[in-house]
């Protein structure tokens, strides 16, 4: 029993799954994760979410021997691992070999070495053909939680391509906008990957963009200009009272999430690496 206990399974991410959305979803805040590529897959986006409100990813053998799926693995306990599969409905695990890199930014050098190769898990979806003649498009919310996986190891993740198994584009690649000018329930995404105790995904969206709506704030800009009134009001009466907006910690958040991101929506590499920590 001791032995089962102390078991653990490499799983490969290539969606949603970066390291903040696992621990809320694995209760397990200390869980940490490393760069890895997928070989002779691509992401195809079969699956309706209504969490999502938009298709969200799976991977299909690609008939392209260049084509490859960046992502990233982590190793999860028996107990985790049924945790995580309460939250994928709708896939079957199948094991593949993925080359794993490093728990940080993965550099040109690394991928030249080929990374190591390992037996992992990955979640396919259950749907006709694999999904090859399926596509339901992603919503920004979750194009914006790719993306923010993606980037914590793969510090070149500027675009995403929105593509079928065969690599032909099904819309035009998508590049982050900057955090301003995301959607209230994009912002989520990014305010959720700062967060030490991250909210469980995507379910929390719907709640946070509701309560700020009641507080007028429909936008990050708006957003933006909410924290900025409440830190002037904070200095002018030199009040301890709690912030209006939302706990501190969320707060936080949500200023390092407004000003961590240059004009293509990539944090600095020292962000990126710290999301991991």
């Known amino acids: 029993m001791a032995s089962e206990e102390r078991r653990r399974t490499l799983v490969f991410g290539y969606g949603s799954n970066g390291i903040k959305q696992l621990r809320a979803r694995v209760k397990n805040v200390d869980l940490t994760s490393r760069g890895a590529i997928l070989k002779g897959y ?16 799976s991977v299909l053998p690609s008939p ?7 992502g990233s693995v982590v190793e999860l306990s028996i107990e985790e691992l049924a945790r995580l599969d309460s939250f994928e409905g709708g896939y ?24 190591t190769v390992a037996e992992a898990i990955i979640y396919v979806a259950n749907v006709q053909d694999g999904g090859q003649s399926i596509f339901h498009s992603p919503s920004e919310a979750y194009r914006t939680a790719i993306h923010v996986h993606l980037r914590q190891h793969w510090p070149s993740t500027i675009e995403l391509n ?10 035009p690649k998508w590049r982050h906008p900057g955090a301003v000018n995301l959607s209230m329930e994009a912002f989520c995404v990014e305010i959720n990957a700062r967060l030490a105790s991250p909210w469980t995904m995507p379910a929390a969206i719907g709640r946070v963009v509701q309560d700020l709506a009641l507080k007028r704030i429909f936008t990050p800009a708006d957003l933006a200009n909410a924290l900025t ?33 240059t004009a293509n929506g990539i944090p600095s590499p020292q962000t990126a690496t710290e999301m991991n920590r």
């Open 162 to 171: 929105i593509q079928d198994s065969g690599g032909r584009a099904m819309e």
């Open 92 to 115: 079957h695990k199948e094991t593949v070999q993925v080359s794993v890199f490093g728990q940080g930014l993965v550099s040109s050098k690394m991928m030249n070495s080929g990374g």
């Open 64 to 70: 392209s021997a260049d084509t490859h799926v960046r």
């Open 42 to 57: 691509a992401r195809v986006f079969p699956i309706w979410s209504n969490g999502w409100k938009g298709g969200v990813a």
């Open 229 to 261: 009134e409440t830190e002037t009001a904070a200095t002018t009466t030199a009040s301890a009272a709690a912030n209006p907006i939302a706990e501190a910690a969320i707060c936080q958040a949500m200023r390092q999430a407004l000003h961590a991101h």
